[in-house]
């Protein structure tokens, strides 16, 4: 593969970014390849942890970046060693990219979550380093639906303890306790992608659906919106939460919920670990208030991040409760599609300063503005007059097309002038007191 695209140089000798088009997405039509190469692709550092799909792997370097992929963690020693020289950073959920190791990161240009959520990263440091967070909150959404079903099936029929039971040599062929999910009520706490979708599939066992959204929801097939949470847990036989972390959401479901929830019903997580009070879930198991439960998530400080021989948690040996490690999008179907769809947004960041997808960053993506053109990416805080600053500068040269987005504390301008002049006005901007990063595409 050649190296298409052109780099323009920071003062120490780190490339700023790069431009290329060989994953542009149908939706954006960015620059067509270029033949003249100012800073090779192999010097953009890519390093990536905890064993990120080859599918991603492969697009990066097909890009002709240069990346070093780790199957596990590195020690926070290491890891604050190599983002020093990193460009971008991908990652799954067990690294933690602290305030203080994005600081070390001085030529980072973006970083990359590999799963649904992105708490791992310090969101609010990256922004204000002028550096977006990427994730893929919804590749994994069918591998979910399908772990939810399955243990749904496995709760009523009580399979983890019949299980345990006869791998310990008991053999005890009994109906008592089990049933048929056919005719029961699923109640769904919050009707996104995972959501939905799993409605439409415990539908198809025969089971009656009603969720609860803080916002109003079209219903698919005959699932129905109940008015408020009390509601859904009074009415429902098995309860399953699909929300995000929020402070709305943390400590959602307590002792005083678990009350409202039918004798003998069942309670399954794996949306997010702060959501369930785990003691009280505990306590309700073993009074036999619940007959059952699902646990897939746990609280940061129960969740190892890596394969560990001495897990604790109170819900171990609790009866009916099916616990995994955080497996929800854990298939390689999911995490192929992952894979791919966090990779090529990486690249369209880095080759053309596309930000669509970045969950702490302004959404940007302007189309290419011809050969003639160099696009010029600013960075800079939201204050009031720094767009009129900016524009003071672009007064005295052809502009072809702009396009500013703002977010938080962060303002985030595309623009696109004739080519002789991106260098003199990058030079200006890069002098505005409210600049964090100004780089130049061409």
């Given at each position: 593969m050649s190296n298409e695209g052109m780099f323009?140089?920071?003062?120490?000798?780190?490339?700023?970014?790069a431009r290329s088009d060989a994953t542009a997405g149908p939706e954006m039509c960015f620059s067509p390849p270029r033949q003249t190469v100012s800073y090779p692709k192999s010097k953009i550092k890519i390093l990536l942890l905890e064993g990120v799909s080859d599918e991603a792997v492969n697009i990066l370097k097909q890009e002709g970046f240069?990346?070093?992929?780790?199957?596990?963690?590195?020690?926070?020693?290491?890891?604050?060693?190599?983002?020093?020289?990193?460009?971008?950073?991908?990652?799954?959920?067990?690294?933690?990219?602290?305030?203080?190791?994005?600081?070390?990161?001085?030529r980072l240009l973006c970083v990359g979550c590999f799963c649904i959520g992105s708490e791992q990263v310090d969101l609010q440091s990256a922004q204000s380093l002028g550096v977006p967070v990427f994730n893929s909150p919804f590749c994994n959404t069918r591998s979910v639906a399908e772990l939810i079903v399955a243990a749904v099936i496995s709760l009523a029929r009580r399979l983890g303890d019949k299980n345990k039971e006869l791998h310990s040599g008991h053999w005890n062929k009994s109906a008592k306790g089990c049933h048929e999910v056919r005719g029961k009520t699923l109640g769904i706490v919050g009707y996104g992608?995972?959501?939905?979708?799993?409605?439409?599939?415990?539908?198809?066992?025969?089971?009656?659906?009603?969720f609860h959204d803080i916002v109003p929801k079209l219903p698919l097939g005959n699932s129905r919106q109940v008015a408020d949470l009390n509601t859904l847990l009074e009415q429902s036989h098995f309860v399953t939460m699909h929300v995000p972390s929020t402070p709305q959401t943390k400590n959602m479901i307590g002792e005083e919920q678990i009350k409202l929830?039918?004798?003998?019903?069942?309670?399954?997580?794996?949306?997010?670990?702060?959501?369930?009070?785990?003691?009280?879930?505990?306590?309700?198991?073993?009074?036999?208030?619940?007959?059952?439960?699902?646990?897939?998530?746990?609280?940061?400080?129960?969740?190892?991040?890596?394969?560990?021989?001495?897990?604790?948690?109170?819900?171990?040996?609790?009866?009916?409760?099916?616990?995994?490690?955080?497996?929800?999008?854990?298939?390689?179907?999911?995490?192929?599609?992952?894979?791919?769809?966090?990779?090529?947004?990486?690249?369209?960041?880095?080759?053309a300063g596309a930000s669509i997808g970045a969950v702490n960053f302004p959404q940007i993506g302007l189309p290419y503005g011809g050969p003639q053109t160099h696009r010029i990416l600013s960075i800079h805080r939201n204050r009031p007059g720094v767009l009129r600053d900016i524009n003071l500068i672009l007064a005295d040269f052809n502009v072809t097309r702009q396009v500013l987005g703002t977010q938080g504390d962060v303002g985030y301008l595309v623009v696109e002038v004739d080519r002789a002049a991106s260098k003199p006005i990058k030079d200006a901007i890069i002098k505005l007191e409210a600049s964090i990063k100004t780089r130049i595409l061409f």
């Amino acid at each position: 593969m050649s190296n298409e695209g052109m780099f323009t140089m920071d003062d120490t000798g780190s490339p700023v970014t790069a431009r290329s088009d060989a994953t542009a997405g149908p939706e954006m039509c960015f620059s067509p390849p270029r033949q003249t190469v100012s800073y090779p692709k192999s010097k953009i550092k890519i390093l990536l942890l905890e064993g990120v799909s080859d599918e991603a792997v492969n697009i990066l370097k097909q890009e002709g970046f240069n990346v070093e992929a780790h199957r596990g963690k590195l020690p926070d020693d290491e890891l604050a060693e190599k983002i020093r020289d990193a460009h971008c950073v991908g990652i799954r959920s067990g690294t933690k990219l602290t305030k203080e190791l994005l600081a070390l990161g001085q030529r980072l240009l973006c970083v990359g979550c590999f799963c649904i959520g992105s708490e791992q990263v310090d969101l609010q440091s990256a922004q204000s380093l002028g550096v977006p967070v990427f994730n893929s909150p919804f590749c994994n959404t069918r591998s979910v639906a399908e772990l939810i079903v399955a243990a749904v099936i496995s709760l009523a029929r009580r399979l983890g303890d019949k299980n345990k039971e006869l791998h310990s040599g008991h053999w005890n062929k009994s109906a008592k306790g089990c049933h048929e999910v056919r005719g029961k009520t699923l109640g769904i706490v919050g009707y996104g992608h995972i959501g939905s979708q799993l409605s439409v599939m415990a539908e198809a066992l025969g089971m009656r659906v009603i969720f609860h959204d803080i916002v109003p929801k079209l219903p698919l097939g005959n699932s129905r919106q109940v008015a408020d949470l009390n509601t859904l847990l009074e009415q429902s036989h098995f309860v399953t939460m699909h929300v995000p972390s929020t402070p709305q959401t943390k400590n959602m479901i307590g002792e005083e919920q678990i009350k409202l929830m039918r004798r003998g019903s069942f309670l399954l997580n794996a949306s997010r670990g702060s959501v369930v009070i785990i003691p009280d879930l505990v306590k309700a198991l073993k009074s036999g208030h619940l007959a059952g439960a699902y646990v897939d998530v746990y609280p940061h400080d129960m969740e190892p991040g890596s394969v560990s021989d001495n897990w604790e948690c109170d819900l171990r040996g609790c009866p009916n409760t099916l616990l995994t490690p955080h497996i929800g999008g854990s298939t390689e179907e999911a995490q192929a599609a992952i894979g791919v769809d966090v990779a090529n947004k990486i690249v369209n960041y880095i080759n053309a300063g596309a930000s669509i997808g970045a969950v702490n960053f302004p959404q940007i993506g302007l189309p290419y503005g011809g050969p003639q053109t160099h696009r010029i990416l600013s960075i800079h805080r939201n204050r009031p007059g720094v767009l009129r600053d900016i524009n003071l500068i672009l007064a005295d040269f052809n502009v072809t097309r702009q396009v500013l987005g703002t977010q938080g504390d962060v303002g985030y301008l595309v623009v696109e002038v004739d080519r002789a002049a991106s260098k003199p006005i990058k030079d200006a901007i890069i002098k505005l007191e409210a600049s964090i990063k100004t780089r130049i595409l061409f």
